[in-house]
């Protein structure tokens, strides 16, 4: 999408604001919709699981073909520190932006390094989160609570690995030297969406791990 | 060209008759069609105060109709021009005739909204202590009906009496279906695991059609169902008609045991032997011939099935020879029942037609053909 | 890049302009446009054959034409047809080919994306439809109402043909909205102020911010029923603790806006046929703007009372029918100010005008019914009966459909430069109009009568037979006089008398530029005083303006064509169909590279410069 302007006017837009921009915004107004629904899934469901494992309480649960007792599944202090990762990650690119905003290629390419360590150490995170819930019995079909915990976190993890995608792309742009302060606007694309995925997980977190 | 152009004039000179002749067709239709599911001949007290409010809306819809289409149609022949004429005036809007026409519509909406409001919380709950409560369950694709007041079952046909309102809790076995009964109240959805209620007090006796309006399957369209609202006295001669055919022999054992007595009226060998298959073919497995307290089963509870008017879930009517062609391959009638081709021959299906006809909760004619 | 480049490039870019390639690789928005609508206007028909089939089904009583299985799957997918391959991409035809010559653009703000949402609108339709030829089409209704929709009771493929095909179709739409949003709020020429907007283009925007956000809910919700089937899950499975009742929530929260995303369109559509056929400028121009905007605000609150027979309670029931009352309000002022348009008019008895005053006259008896419904007593009777296939009909086919070839008849100069026969016109209005009431109008009676929807026949005692004969009988005349319309846009595209640039003494700048216009719309950047632009231009010149000049576009630069965007497409397509396949995963993998490697592609993609 980065080539897909028209240069049909290119005086200027009506607006002053870049048409890029504006479609990127527009984007993420159609996603608060999408994860809306999702968490409004979640929530429908919270509590409403016939079987275990459930996040916060002791539950029966099917484990091995055998009922047993099952631990509350959530593990919050890893999840706290994936978070925290993620949000410093919105830091990092916005510092990566303005490296290459300024034509700092050296301060473009340490920060967005670090952003995209940051979202693939919250997606390896998660991985290893999902895995070691399905040890403890929670599938994705065990229950309403197995169902809407991996469908409303792996969608956002889903978005994340996008993001992933697209920094390492510009990072290996960056790299190549193809991000000088005139296209510096191609990270801001990015970075925009990145910023979105962050302040989704900021009400996901909260709603999914934290209320009980 | 020219060719064309006479076709249009003519079809414009035609016009005119022809929308007198569809508005005579129409009146026509109107007037002679007998409907017996209608929604505009209620005979129950919710089918009634929801009548009341369709025409209070109905009547405000016409007016708006005739004056609103009316000014269209005067402008359409009014304000007609030529490419020639001078360019008319430019108007751009007119604030005070704006405001108008918002108004006055919200204020008959207003008039709508409050019989609306008042109707919807009186059909909201049932209005009245003692009502009869019926459950219903809807199946893929017929219907249930349980009396826990009577501790009794029966199927696809509803006897209600009259006078007395009758409270459903209603839920499905399967997906989704609608309880729908036109001309006495409204229809109410059913959810699995879910217990949704509607009632109606009918006031006439009647034998009621009634439909599922909620899509449901391939056999959606055939499943319907009958509501026989009766007077009181009609209403319990039928249930304890309907208890006492339990009592009544159906295992062959006790069958020859009743029979050896001689005592009973002499019986048709037919349906003896119809009986006799009922309870050798395997119809048991799904059906149950006893109305008093049965579980719910496969196939719809058949006790005191000569006493319906139809069969297959209310839409087919209760012939010897419908229920024969039922008996000789289900599927051929209604395609996707549960109920396979049970191969039987001619003979044996005379004799279980002969029994299920005679399984009869009343005596005499059903009640309904008496009022009707 | 945003780079601004104009120069010699273009030269390139205009070389090629024949040809099916050029066709698959183009990115004008005026071939996009003429794409969907041929492919449109087919589904459109496809459609209209199965409403024939259901109409013939029902002709008589008792009547074993269709079984109950095929009638089943042929009301799905007429409604589905109708809905997402018919109406949608017909109006994304008006939207791709004016949008941007009514706001003084070269082209839509993304050219290679509005590409791309045609070929996935494309592949999804045909994913849809190759159904039938293993005979799976989808026969759960286009409402797809839980837990019918289960594993359990449609084991088949027919309702994952119709998850992945919706899935499919919702990407196109969505990409379609960013791009048309970005357009109309970026792209305006200069003094194109947005409350100097054509109408058209208004109530085109309005269905742009609709889609963006009642698409993602309907995403959703189809994704969770696809989990459910292909893994398991219960959402919508009451015996997992699923909530089927959940399902017609998100269903409707889509599914209200969806009307309008049907509906805002014709309203553009009439309002800008009205006042040009008039001669005199809509009336009323900034209450039309916010009527619109206000039926989309409120279309998104309303949507319960889909489901007033699903026993919500009093106050549930109370606060969605005074919402629903409202809607009237706005859509009051709307049928008032076309009539305030009409009157003191010149009207000029074209086809156009002949469709856009059907259209009011039909959409007001849609409306009345709907003010019916809006009262859940009332509803309780009316819902799910044809009363209400009656009202929807006079909504969507009295008013879209009707609005729709109003636009038909009035742009097909502008894009084919060529005109429509005014005769065969006109005895298309007569006979759709005809024949659209006989269909229709009787089955206001048979709804009230207690006849339920989505049945697949009925008994003679049930006393339906009379109007249903007459029905199927004006359903044939209302699919000859499609014909008609046919055979008048294949022989008038050959041999019907050239169309000057501005047939219609038009008020808005497509009007203003050669029919059909050159590839890069404008050679000069227009220049906008007023609200209805070139009616203004003519005034100021005092009359009429010379026949705009053919240029040669030297120097104009344009986006290169790009075959990125189809591979793109096909990539998803793949993707989908591997999920159809219950999960096939190479080709779902398969799937997902191409589209990755194909984004990638696409972005490096130098645009000739």
């Known amino acids: 999408m980065a080539h897909d302007t028209t240069h049909a006017m290119p005086v200027e837009t009506s607006t002053g604001l870049d048409t890029r921009k504006l479609a990127i915004w527009t984007f993420i107004g159609s996603e608060c919709l999408f994860f809306a629904t999702l968490i409004s899934n979640y929530l429908v469901y919270k509590g409403k699981s016939l079987v275990g494992p459930l996040p916060h309480a002791e539950s029966q649960c099917m484990l091995h073909g055998q009922m047993t007792t099952c631990e509350p599944i959530f593990e919050i202090p890893l999840v706290t520190f994936g978070t925290a990762v993620l949000l410093f990650s919105s830091f990092f690119v916005v510092m990566a932006l303005n490296g290459a905003q300024r034509g700092n290629r050296k301060q473009l390419i340490t920060w967005l390094s670090a952003t995209v360590l940051g979202g693939m150490f919250f997606v390896g995170m998660q991985v290893y989160e999902f895995t070691h819930f399905y040890h403890k019995g929670l599938g994705f079909t065990t229950n309403l609570f197995g169902s809407t915990f991996y469908t409303l976190t792996g969608f956002h993890g889903t978005h994340v690995t996008v993001g992933v995608i697209w920094l390492a792309t510009m990072l290996v742009l960056s790299i190549r030297g193809k991000v000088p ?13 990145w910023h979105f995925v962050d302040v989704v997980w900021i009400v996901i977190f909260p709603v999914v791990y934290l209320m009980r | 060209m020219a060719f064309r152009n006479s076709v249009l004039r003519r079809l414009r000179r035609w016009a005119p008759a022809l929308c007198l002749s569809l508005a005579m067709l129409w009146l026509a239709g109107c007037a002679q069609i007998d409907y017996p599911q209608s929604t505009l001949h209620p005979k129950g007290d919710f089918a009634h105060l929801v009548d009341a409010l369709f025409r209070t809306t109905l009547r405000w819809a016409t007016v708006v109709f005739f004056l609103v289409e009316g000014a269209l149609v005067y402008a359409l022949f009014r304000f007609r021009g030529k490419p020639t004429d001078a360019e008319p005036e430019q108007t751009h809007g007119n604030a005070m005739l704006e405001v108008v026409w918002t108004v006055i519509p919200a204020v008959i909406l207003v008039l709508i909204a409050i019989p609306t409001i ?40 509803l006897h209600v009496p009259v006078g007395r309102t009758v409270d459903l809790k209603m839920t499905t076995g399967d997906v989704l279906h609608s309880f729908w009964t036109p001309q006495l109240a409204g229809k109410r959805d059913v959810f699995p695991g879910r217990e949704n209620r509607l009632w109606f007090k009918a006031e006439l006796a009647g034998d009621y059609p009634g439909q599922c309006a909620e899509f449901c399957g391939l056999q959606h369209g055939r ?10 006295a009609a209403f319990d001669a039928w249930r304890t008609g309907l208890a006492a055919l339990a009592a009544a022999p159906s295992a062959p054992d006790t069958a020859r045991a009743d029979t050896s007595k001689a005592a009973a009226p002499a019986e048709d060998p037919l349906v003896a032997q119809g009986r006799q298959l009922f309870n050798t073919k395997g119809c048991l497995g799904c059906h149950a011939l006893s109305a008093v307290g049965a579980p719910t089963m496969t196939g719809p509870n058949l006790a005191g099935i000569g006493d319906r008017t139809h069969i297959a879930a209310g839409w087919l009517p209760n012939t010897d020879e419908n229920l024969a062609r039922w008996l000789r391959d289900p599927q051929a009638v209604k395609v996707g029942v ?3 081709k049970l191969g039987l021959n001619e003979d044996e299906i005379k004799a279980l037609v002969a029994y299920l006809r005679s399984h009869r909760a009343v005596a005499a004619t059903p009640s309904v053909a008496a009022v009707q | 890049m945003a780079t601004t480049a104009m120069g010699h490039a273009g030269t390139h870019a205009h070389a090629q302009k024949t040809g099916l390639w050029s066709w698959i690789t183009t990115v004008d928005h005026k071939r996009i446009g003429i794409l969907y609508g041929v492919t449109a206007f087919l589904f459109f028909l496809l459609g209209g054959l199965e409403a024939l089939l259901l109409r013939w089904q029902l002709g008589a009583p008792d009547r074993t034409f269709l079984s109950p299985e095929v009638y089943n799957q042929l009301f799905t997918m007429h409604g589905t047809t109708m809905i997402f391959l018919g109406v949608m991409p017909l109006s994304a035809m008006f939207f791709n080919y004016f949008i941007p010559l009514q706001i003084g653009a070269r082209d839509v703000a993304f050219p290679r994306l509005n590409a791309f949402s045609y070929w996935v609108f494309l592949f999804g339709g045909l994913l849809l439809n190759s159904s039938f030829l293993i005979n799976a089409a989808p026969n759960a209704g286009w409402f797809g109402y839980a837990n019918l929709t ?5 084991p088949g493929l027919n309702v994952d043909f119709w998850i992945i095909g919706l899935q499919i179709l919702g990407i196109a739409s969505l990409a379609a909205a960013v791009n048309f949003f970005t357009t109309v709020v970026n792209l305006r020429a200069p003094g194109m102020k947005l409350m100097r907007m054509p109408m058209f283009v208004w109530m085109s925007f309005i269905t742009q911010v609709l889609l963006l956000l009642a698409f993602p809910v309907i995403t959703v919700a189809l994704v969770l029923l696809m989990f459910d089937r292909q893994f398991g899950s219960h959402f919508f499975v009451p015996s997992g603790g699923g909530d089927p009742v959940l399902w017609q929530h998100l269903f409707w929260i889509f599914g209200h806006p969806e009307v309008y995303i049907l509906i805002l369109p014709a309203f553009g559509i009439v309002s800008e046929v009205l006042p040009v056929f008039s001669r005199k400028p809509l ?44 809607i009237a309000i706005p859509t009051g002022v709307k049928i008032f100010n076309w009539i305030g348009t009409v009157w003191g008019g010149s009207l000029q008895m074209k086809t156009p005008m002949y469709f856009a005053l059907g259209f009011i006259a039909m959409f007001i008896i849609g409306g009345l019914s709907g003010v019916m419904h809006a009262s859940p007593p009332a509803d309780l009777q009316q819902t799910d009966s044809y009363f209400i296939v009656a009202h929807f009909h006079y909504v969507l086919f009295g008013g879209s459909i009707f609005a729709l070839t109003a636009g038909a008849y009035y742009w097909f100069p502008k894009m084919s430069g060529r005109m429509l026969d005014e005769t065969l016109g006109k005895i298309h209005f007569w006979l759709m109009f005809i024949g659209f009431n006989l269909t229709f109008a009787p089955m206001h009676i048979l709804g009230l009568n207690g006849m339920p929807r989505r049945v697949y026949t009925y008994s003679a005692e049930s006393g339906f037979t009379f109007w249903n004969q007459v029905e199927t009988a004006g359903s044939l005349i209302l699919g ?72 040669s576009g030297q120097g104009i630069h344009l986006p290169n064509p790009s075959y990125w965007p189809v591979v793109t497409a096909l990539g998803i397509l793949m993707f989908f169909v591997g999920l159809l396949l219950h999960v096939h995963v190479p080709t779902v993998l398969a799937g997902g590279a191409l589209t990755l490697f194909s984004i990638l592609s696409w972005a490096f993609e130098p645009t000739g410069h």
């Open chain 2, 118 to 157: 008042k109707t919807i919380f009186k059909t909201a709950s049932v209005p009245d202590d003692d009502p009869m409560v019926v459950e219903v369950i809807g199946h893929q694709w017929w219907w249930e009906f349980k009396y826990p007041e009577y501790n009794l079952v029966t199927a696809n046909e």
């Open chain 3, 150 to 154: 289960s594993t359990q009771y449609s």
């Open chain 1, 181 to 193: 302060p005139e296209k510096a606007l191609n990270l801001e694309l990015a970075a925009l969406y």
């Open chain 2, 223 to 232: 499943m319907a169902f009958r509501v026989v609202a009766e007077e009181p």
């Open chain 3, 283 to 326: 009336f009323g121009y900034a209450a039309m703007v916010f009527s619109g905007a206000f039926i989309a605000f409120l279309g998104f609150g309303v949507w319960s009372h889909h489901m007033f027979s699903t026993g919500m309670g009093p106050i549930a029931d109370t606060v969605f029918s005074l919402a629903t009352m409202l």
């Open chain 2, 338 to 340: 549960l109920m396979p």
């Open chain 3, 480 to 551: 000859f006089s499609f014909l008609i319309f046919a055979w008048n846009l294949v022989r008038s595209l050959r041999r019907g008398p050239v169309a000057p640039a501005d047939p219609w003494n038009g008020a808005t700048l497509e009007w203003s530029i050669p029919s059909p216009p050159q590839e890069w719309n404008f050679a000069e950047e227009p220049r906008v005083d007023s609200r209805d632009a070139f009616w203004e231009m003519k005034r100021v010149r005092g009359g009429t303006m010379p026949e705009p000049p053919h240029v």
